[in-house]
């Protein structure tokens, strides 16, 4: 169903009036209220009153990932601390987080956008829903416990973990609906079917977001488990999950523009591309108090299209995900840039500057390989000195990432050494195919 | 006296095992002994061999990891307990062993490689209990000695 017809449904011209309106009056909120933007603005010769509507869009600054790490932990918030009720955060380049925070009004705009996207999947207040994303720092968790409360589902927080209970309590429970990573609900259906179970489930929707995932991924899970699965999007410096998600036609992920105005730019010359043309998806958000941010820089790549969908909705429409302007890589919904890898490294201080990270996914689920040359200075015929260097390494990367890694140690230079931007990254997953 | 070991890290793939014995074969560099050591990922080859330094710097050349590491050769009589014996002296000096292998067991006695976990208090308490350790030459050659 359509959660919000008067918002999902709305004439572009009366989308762009509220766009217009709530842009000026963003604009106007972060020029009051946070320096980094009035500092910004005024170096562009910008005063808010130049920002008319939407179609002023282009004249505003962006904002980068490094702008948010380089005001840490709340330079960029925009109101005071007294009106903050919930920060998350997500691991930074250098290891410092990234830090975000929610007004009540916020968190309510997260759950209405979050409700939206279960309404469209189908789900209602007779379903039982298993929310299997982390709960915590991750945005994943508690952005689908509310959006799923918000709608009067009868919400399971499974968070992580612990697979085992995860089916136990699926089959138990009747449970009908799941939101998780797409690469965990395969490793699910994995399990499911080693226990002889994949008939005894009562599944009909699957949430999937957090990775990037292709449309192969989607018919296999929709093949095993006999339902239907949605791709959520989202970001926690734009909201978390629930900024877009697709419908039941998967012609593109819907984002809910009342809140979030879109553009597509080429990421060298930061140009608008034309409708329908790959570039860099770049958010400005419409209605945040906390962290509003004007021309936010996903990295991400996609198209856009602004055409009514057959579902009835006339928001805009993204394309599936092309992959990402920078080096970022998604492992099991965490991001990873090798950069922090490299810095892990460098402090350590014992291995050699040449490495190499594999990323593959057994069993569906991702694993992470770091390739370490064996290099003279810390070469040992003791295996367990050995031993305990791959376990340091190990424990060096998993606490720097937040993720486990396999260290495999390799002979010295069978790293392939590349003339000027070393080749530091093999993803086997093929996840923008 | 100390003696050289030439200890090699070899990745588990086919063939590289063979590269290393042919290095050492162009470069006419015998092997006396040698022992591998596996785990999942990867090997280590430790050998002794008649000339270590010039089998670490051909094996660099080709690109491998190889270092010198300090081992003792001690020799023990060919009769029932006398590893038994030797273990039991290091044991009681507070020492451990981190590996051991065979040199060679031609002749009267048997001599073995040892590693352990402080190698000069380890050859003082040998010598104080009567057994004899081989010199760095007498280790190299040992087996050619033997064949001749």
């Given at each position: 169903?359509?959660?919000?017809?008067?918002?999902?449904?709305?004439?572009?011209d009366?989308?762009?009036?509220?766009q217009?309106a709530?842009?000026?009056?963003?604009?106007s909120?972060?020029?009051?209220?946070?320096?980094?933007?009035?500092?910004?603005?005024?170096?562009?010769?910008?005063?808010?009153?130049?920002?008319?509507?939407?179609?002023?869009?282009?004249?505003?600054p962006?904002?980068?990932?490094?702008?948010?790490?380089?005001?840490?932990?709340?330079g960029?918030?925009?109101?005071p601390?007294?009106?903050?009720?919930?920060?998350h955060?997500s691991?930074?380049?250098?290891?410092?987080?990234?830090?975000?925070?929610?007004?009540?009004?916020d968190?309510?705009?997260?759950?209405?956008?979050?409700?939206r996207?279960?309404?469209?999947?189908?789900?209602?207040?007779n379903?039982?829903?298993?929310?299997?994303?982390?709960?915590?720092?991750?945005?994943?968790?508690?952005?689908?416990?509310?959006?799923?409360?918000?709608?009067?589902?009868?919400?399971?927080p499974m968070?992580?973990g612990?697979?085992?209970?995860?089916?136990?309590?699926?089959?138990?429970?009747?449970?009908?609906?799941?939101?998780?990573?797409p690469?965990?609900?395969?490793?699910?259906?994995e399990?499911?079917?080693?226990?002889?179970k994949?008939?005894?489930?009562?599944?009909?929707a699957?949430?999937?977001?957090?990775?990037?995932?292709?449309?192969?991924?989607?018919?296999?899970?929709?093949?095993?488990?006999?339902?239907?699965?949605?791709?959520?999007?989202?970001?926690?410096?734009?909201?978390?999950?629930?900024?877009?998600?697709?419908?039941e036609?998967?012609?593109?992920l819907?984002?809910?523009?009342?809140?979030?105005?879109?553009?597509?730019?080429?990421p060298?010359?930061?140009?608008?591309?034309?409708?329908?043309?790959?570039?860099?998806?770049?958010?400005?958000?419409?209605?945040?108090?906390?962290?509003p941010l004007?021309?936010?820089?996903?990295?991400?790549?996609?198209?856009?299209?602004?055409?009514?969908?057959e579902?009835?909705?006339t928001?805009?429409?993204?394309?599936?995900?092309?992959?990402?302007?920078?080096d970022?890589?998604i492992?099991?919904?965490?991001n990873?840039?090798?950069s922090?890898v490299?810095?892990?490294?460098?402090?350590?201080g014992?291995?050699?500057?040449?490495?190499?990270?594999?990323?593959?996914?057994v069993n569906?689920?991702?694993?992470?390989?770091?390739?370490?040359?064996?290099?003279?200075?810390?070469?040992?015929d003791?295996?367990?000195?050995?031993?305990?260097?791959?376990?340091?390494?190990?424990?060096v990367?998993?606490?720097?990432?937040?993720?486990s890694?396999?260290?495999?140690?390799?002979?010295?230079?069978t790293?392939?050494?590349?003339e000027?931007k070393?080749?530091?990254?093999i993803?086997?997953?093929?996840?923008?195919? | 006296?100390?003696?050289?070991?030439?200890?090699?890290?070899?990745?588990?793939?086919?063939?590289?095992?063979?590269?290393?014995?042919?290095v050492l074969k162009?470069?006419?560099?015998?092997?006396a002994?040698?022992?591998?050591?596996?785990?999942?990922?990867?090997?280590?080859?430790?050998?002794?061999?008649?000339d270590?330094?010039e089998?670490?710097?051909?094996?660099?050349?080709?690109?491998f990891?190889?270092s010198l590491?300090?081992?003792?050769?001690?020799?023990?009589?060919?009769?029932?307990?006398?590893?038994?014996?030797?273990?039991?002296?290091?044991?009681?000096?507070?020492?451990?062993?981190?590996?051991?292998?065979?040199?060679?067991t031609?002749?009267k006695d048997?001599?073995?490689?040892?590693?352990?976990?402080?190698l000069n208090?380890a050859?003082?308490?040998?010598?104080?209990?009567?057994?004899?350790?081989?010199?760095?030459k007498?280790?190299?050659?040992i087996?050619?000695?033997?064949?001749?």
């Amino acid at each position: 169903m359509i959660w919000n017809e008067t918002k999902e449904c709305m004439s572009r011209d009366e989308l762009i009036n509220l766009q217009s309106a709530r842009l000026k009056k963003t604009v106007s909120h972060v020029y009051h209220n946070v320096e980094f933007y009035r500092k910004k603005m005024q170096q562009l010769g910008l005063e808010p009153g130049d920002i008319k509507g939407i179609e002023d869009l282009h004249k505003l600054p962006f904002t980068t990932k490094d702008d948010l790490r380089e005001n840490y932990p709340f330079g960029l918030f925009a109101v005071p601390q007294s009106q903050i009720v919930r920060v998350h955060a997500s691991s930074g380049t250098t290891g410092k987080a990234t830090v975000v925070g929610y007004t009540r009004r916020d968190i309510e705009i997260w759950q209405e956008c979050v409700t939206r996207v279960l309404a469209m999947a189908g789900i209602g207040i007779n379903d039982k829903i298993q929310v299997a994303y982390g709960y915590g720092l991750f945005t994943g968790g508690l952005g689908l416990h509310y959006g799923a409360e918000n709608l009067g589902a009868t919400v399971i927080p499974m968070s992580t973990g612990n697979t085992k209970r995860l089916i136990t309590m699926m089959e138990d429970f009747e449970v009908t609906a799941i939101a998780c990573t797409p690469s965990y609900l395969l490793h699910i259906a994995e399990c499911l079917e080693e226990e002889g179970k994949l008939d005894k489930i009562k599944l009909k929707a699957a949430i999937c977001g957090a990775e990037p995932w292709t449309e192969n991924m989607r018919k296999e899970i929709e093949n095993k488990l006999n339902l239907k699965a949605y791709d959520i999007y989202g970001l926690s410096e734009i909201l978390g999950p629930g900024v877009a998600a697709d419908c039941e036609y998967h012609k593109g992920l819907h984002i809910y523009e009342d809140h979030f105005l879109p553009e597509i730019i080429n990421p060298q010359t930061l140009e608008p591309c034309k409708e329908g043309e790959i570039g860099e998806l770049v958010i400005t958000t419409l209605t945040k108090e906390a962290l509003p941010l004007l021309r936010y820089r996903t990295k991400d790549l996609t198209n856009i299209t602004y055409k009514p969908c057959e579902c009835g909705r006339t928001i805009a429409r993204i394309g599936r995900f092309k992959g990402r302007s920078d080096d970022m890589l998604i492992i099991r919904g965490v991001n990873v840039f090798p950069s922090q890898v490299e810095a892990a490294l460098l402090e350590l201080g014992e291995t050699s500057p040449h490495y190499l990270l594999i990323v593959d996914r057994v069993n569906n689920l991702d694993v992470l390989e770091i390739q370490v040359e064996v290099e003279e200075h810390f070469f040992s015929d003791e295996i367990k000195e050995l031993e305990n260097l791959t376990k340091k390494i190990a424990g060096v990367l998993q606490s720097a990432l937040g993720l486990s890694v396999k260290v495999t140690l390799v002979e010295p230079k069978t790293i392939a050494r590349s003339e000027g931007k070393a080749k530091r990254v093999i993803d086997k997953r093929k996840l923008y195919e | 006296m100390l003696i050289k070991q030439l200890s090699v890290f070899i990745e588990n793939k086919v063939g590289r095992l063979e590269d290393v014995t042919k290095v050492l074969k162009d470069h006419n560099i015998n092997i006396a002994s040698f022992s591998l050591a596996d785990t999942a990922e990867y090997g280590m080859l430790r050998m002794i061999v008649s000339d270590p330094e010039e089998g670490r710097r051909v094996l660099r050349e080709e690109g491998f990891s190889a270092s010198l590491a300090d081992v003792i050769a001690v020799k023990i009589a060919q009769k029932p307990g006398t590893l038994h014996e030797v273990l039991k002296i290091l044991f009681d000096a507070g020492l451990s062993v981190e590996y051991m292998y065979t040199l060679s067991t031609t002749g009267k006695d048997t001599s073995i490689i040892m590693k352990a976990s402080d190698l000069n208090l380890a050859l003082e308490v040998l010598r104080a209990n009567g057994y004899e350790v081989c010199s760095d030459k007498e280790a190299y050659e040992i087996n050619n000695i033997n064949n001749k």
